[in-house]
């Protein structure tokens, strides 16, 4: 077998050869030269090849190789120099012409002998028949302006979204933190941007007469400084929010932090969602309010407080402000007679209970 030495190959320019195969059959010794009309699809950018044969219109797209070229091999016989030329090729399909009004005119035609001369049976299946019939253009348009109606905020997939993992309770946590003040950073819970607008906000403001009298207690038995009493503030407005019944949340007019503009933007756009243009509350977001909250307390008071104050304010038993303690990774310590919150290494990791929901 003589072997090729390949001199040259042609990539597909604006003209190039085109093979052509026929969906219902294949070409013969008797195939006669046909011309073809050659289109340019505007849409997708392919060329269309459509010719006549047999009373026949045949029509067809370019083939897709996305994955590799076509390509024939030529030898010029005087020179025996060999080339390869990049082709398209196609595949024609019979366009087959359908009548619709001739076939739309005999099915009336049928439906006014069956009204006149056939038996009631007869006719009541073809008034059923009529029924179900429906305009397509009419549906279409239906159906685009509901789908140009629909937004996200009306979709609640909330009881879909399954928050097992603690950490979407409480704020970003270090569990391989060498020491207890590293578990919790106040720069990934509130940014220092976040920060000083709220501190601008909450000066020479009042914030502490409405207070719960366990943090009001905290405030007044130690210095804070600027960022630990911006979390003493978002703290009881996150207990507030606990406590709140869910009406009042929906209400257009809430506010949760009237001392700031911008704690209170974050609370609602946190710890509430939004479900048909109403702001609700979901039971695991409640939680987080909470969860969150025990941490901006640990961090105002030198990671540990006492348990009965709390749960005198928030109204809570021992058992359920436990679980919720052990979501933030401290502990319960007996000192005496009193329950002592700490945050402490090792972080509690126990599973003291086996969640069936997202509520604990």
Known sequence: ???????????????????VNFQNGYTTAEFQTKECLLLKNENTGKTCIATELNDLVYAGEEDNEPLGKTLILTKNRKTGKVRLIEIMSAELKPILKIDNYASQLLETSNLELSRKFGSKKHKQQMEQKEKLKVNIQTVTEQMQ?????ITEE??????YNKNDSDDFYIPPINRLADRPEDVYDIDKILTEDQLEKIWSELEDKDYEANMFPFIKHIMSSRKLSEKHTVLAVYADSLLKLYLTNIREISKKS????????????????????????????PTQYKDKALCHALVFILLINKLKFELEGLCNDVKLTVNNASMKIRVTGAHVVNSGSKKIIQLKLPLNTKNAFRRKSARF
């Not at 009306?154 to 009881?159: F, P, Q």
């Open 1 to 19: 077998m003589p072997k090729f030495h390949i001199d040259e190959v042609f990539p597909k320019g604006d003209l190039y050869p085109l093979i």
């Open 145 to 149: 302006n509901v789908t140009d109606t």
């Open 154 to 159: 009306k979709l609640d997939l909330s009881s």
């Open 254 to 281: 809430y506010v949760i932090c009237p001392h700031s503009v911008k704690l209170n933007e974050i609370i609602l756009s946190s710890f509430t969602t939004t479900t048909n243009n109403r702001r609700c509350r």
